[in-house]
């Protein structure tokens, strides 16, 4: 079993529609937790941290769900440029290592 | 503030010659990480590296692979004796905090 696993998808939307990404764990000794979002071809660009909490920047929220081992983002009024690959990441307590899940590709479509 | 800067951006070998990927962290960046990232998949960590030290090597193969982010000058992945499957794309990213990473956009290896 993968540390880190996301839905492949890819995830078809029409613009200003809800799209909701989970990514699933499998150390508890996880502590730390990113969305990053990744364009065809180009680097990974940090879309924001998982806090404990939960947290939103605009149309994203991230959320942690430590007894499911899961963390979640969601997208609200999709837009076009939106269409990229989602990457997870994951590093453990003590740890150095990044972990990345291997993505869920979403398409929003006018 | 300059970016993370990775050079050469494409990079096109023979089998058995040497590879050297250069990453310049974001200025004040003491954190430097290596990925690889082949087509259609995620990123695999390599190695992990502060100024003069390799924290975390776990990711990066025991053979023909090497690191290095001396005191002065970029971070070095080295790569003797390519082989075809050394072909991917190579990610360095920086760090602040060791937590928050921000991705150079990578040097694409080919090997013939």
């Known amino acids: 079993r993968k540390e880190v696993e996301q839905d492949p998808g890819p995830f078809n939307v029409p613009e200003g529609a809800t799209v909701a990404f989970n990514c699933t764990y499998s150390n508890s000794a996880s502590q730390s937790f990113f969305w990053y979002r990744q364009d065809c071809r180009k680097e990974p660009k940090l879309l924001m941290s998982?806090?404990?909490s939960g947290n939103e920047d605009g149309r994203f929220t991230a959320q942690l769900n430590r007894a499911s081992q899961y963390i979640s983002l969601l997208i609200r009024d999709s837009k076009l440029s939106d269409s990229a690959t989602y990457l997870c990441a994951v590093i453990n307590t003590g740890g150095f290592k990044t972990i990345f899940g291997a993505g869920t590709r979403l398409f929003v479509k006018a | 503030n300059a970016g993370v800067m990775q050079n050469p951006r494409h990079l096109v070998r023979r089998r058995g010659q040497e590879a050297r990927l250069r990453c310049s962290p974001m200025k004040g960046h003491s954190h430097v990480y290596w990925y690889r990232q082949l087509p259609e998949e995620g990123l695999k960590f390599m190695v992990y590296?502060?100024?003069?030290?390799?924290?975390?090597e776990s990711g990066m193969p025991k053979e023909r692979f090497s690191a290095e982010f001396p005191k002065e000058g970029p971070s070095i992945l080295r790569i003797q004796q390519v082989v075809r499957g050394d072909s991917a794309a190579y990610f360095c990213?920086?760090?602040?905090?060791?937590?928050?990473?921000?991705f150079g956009a990578g040097t694409r290896l080919s090997v013939l």
């Open positions: 590296l502060q100024k003069e030290n390799i924290i975390d």
């Open positions: 998982v806090y404990s």
């Open positions: 990213a920086s760090s602040p905090d060791r937590d928050r990473q921000y």
